[in-house]
Every structure is written in C-alpha cells, then in structure tokens.
C-alpha cells in the first residue's frame, strides 16, 4: 500500500501563488508515476499534472506555463508549484499515484485552494 497526504492548500488572490506538498510513505518503489487532479464544485475531478520515475512531466493545457509538478526523492515528496492562480483554479487538489502508469490507484484526502478574484 501507498499513503498519500497533502498540504499546503489555502486562500489567495488572483495572480498569486501556493505550493502543494505530496508526501508518500509505505511501498513506494512500487509507485512507477505521481500525479496530481482537481476538483471544482459541481464538476468531475481532472488531471492537472503528472511527473514519472524518468522525470517527465505532463500537464494539462489550461496551467501550462504556470504550474510546475516536481519531486524531491530523499523527502518522498511531491510539489505542485502553482504560480500566477486564477479563480478558475479553485478547487480540492488530490495528490495521487499510479504503480502501472496508466490509471492511479492511490488517492490522498485532498488539500483545498481557493483563487479570490
């Protein structure tokens, strides 16, 4: 098993910036990429961010140039920098991680960001 827990969420206004923190624990060499989704209000969760074992990373189009997804292996923790925020932004941010690099089976409790205009 992996165990997965966030931070770093919170209040900020529109063109600022926070940074989430992913820290893993448990069968981690098992883990082959992390990723992280949101979910707004009244919408399904999506895929914001991804980064493998190689260190290539994937991002969704709309933070492309504003979010940066990294990893620090000696702290088994997972960034999301995420700079220059928008409203639309807003949501519940879950870290998440895949052991075949297709779809995630492990899944933190979520970390709130809420984007004030």
């Known amino acids: 098993q992996v165990q997965l827990v966030e931070s770093g969420g919170g209040l900020v206004q529109a063109g600022g910036s926070l940074r989430l923190s992913c820290a893993v624990s448990?069968?981690?060499?098992?883990?082959?990429?992390m990723g992280w989704f949101r979910q707004a209000p009244g919408k399904e969760r999506a895929f914001v961010a991804a980064?493998?074992?190689?260190?290539?990373?994937g991002y969704t189009d709309s933070v492309k140039g504003r979010f940066t997804i990294s990893r620090d292996n000696a702290k088994n923790t997972v960034y999301l920098q995420m700079n220059s925020l928008k409203p639309e932004d807003t949501a519940v941010y879950y870290c998440?991680?895949?052991?075949?690099?297709?779809?995630?089976?492990?899944w933190g409790q979520g970390t709130q960001v809420t984007v004030s205009s």
């Open positions: 980064i493998r074992g190689s260190g290539f990373t």
């Open positions: 448990g069968r981690t060499f098992s883990i082959n990429a």
């Open positions: 998440a991680a895949t052991r075949s690099g297709g779809e995630f089976d492990f």
